[in-house]
């Protein structure tokens, strides 16, 4: 079993290191992916303007449980919210996660609904 505490140091410093590079602009703003124990959440960010412009959770979508069909799902809607926003590339931002599993599901999901990163 992991020491947590030293976990969630580690969690920390990837997710700083990861957005000193990692910034969203106007015309490629930010996909941020948030995962919990039994959610996914995820945001399309402006960085410049502070504002978020599209997001996505499966709290909002009511879909039970952290799995990867969740994960798809949120992805997709996530997708169709941007292209009704007329936003079509991101850059993807997975907080310090590994590519991997709901991140990954995801991150496909929203490419099959129309983002580019």
């Not at 009511?62 to 169709?80: D, Q, T």
Request: charge should be positive; hydrophobic fraction near 40%.
């Amino acid at each position: 079993m992991p020491n947590t505490n030293k976990s969630k140091q580690l969690l920390e410093r990837r997710k700083k290191r990861i957005r000193k590079v990692v910034t969203g602009t106007a015309e490629r703003p930010r996909l941020r992916v948030n995962r919990s124990l039994n959610h996914i959440y995820a945001q399309i960010i402006d960085d410049v303007s502070g504002r978020t412009l599209a997001a996505e959770s499966s709290v909002a979508l009511k879909i039970p449980g952290g799995n990867i069909e969740a994960a798809k799902a949120v992805g997709k809607s996530l997708g169709e919210k941007a292209q009704a926003a007329s936003i079509a590339k991101v850059c993807f931002d997975r907080g310090g996660r590994l590519y991997h599993g709901r991140v990954k599901a995801l991150a496909e999901a929203a490419r099959e609904a129309g983002l580019q990163f």
